[in-house]
């Protein structure tokens, strides 16, 4: 079984922050390790590590979050579709399949590849439901997300992400990793 072994660094827009992914993805699960830093809405730094189990669903995210007034930790679960944050059981949460760890684009990398975007351009949309983890506070709500394929551009592909009033076209690698998405976040190269 090959496992690919990906680092990203992101400029992240809304927090004037940085965020760096490092990623194996090995058959069709990715682990993950993370860090990020913020100034807005205050300093912060965020560190994550996310699990899946097969089909690239979600099985366990773990965050630490350092503010100006203290250290906050989260333990987000999802065993067989019945989610627990901080070990109790959030039933707003079951039928996710995916976590969005906010200000992170590595969490839009799940449902990409379990649906296989990346080689579907047009298709029509795809509708999720999250458990969303709002950064820097780390407070947990379920949230409805679309992801429609635009075009295959090359090895990666072109997505529109849209969630509420917010709507972005998101640029994918061959990897299913973000380069570019608009009004968030930006891949640095070397």
Known sequence: MITHRLV??????????YSTAW????GRRLTAHGRAVGLVPEPYWVTYALETGEDYV???????ADLGTGTRSLDLRNDAGRWTVDGAHRPDLDGALDCDLGLCPLTNTMPVLR????????????EFLMAWVSVPDLTVGANRQTYTPLAHDGPGARIRYASGDFTSDIEFDEHGLVLDYPELATALTR
């Open 58 to 64: 979600t099985s366990r995210l773990h965050v630490t």
């Open 8 to 17: 990203r660094t992101w400029e992240v827009l809304p927090d004037r922050g």
């Open 23 to 26: 990623t194996e993805l090995t």
């Open 115 to 126: 649906h296989d975007l990346l080689r579907r351009p047009g298709g029509g949309p795809h």
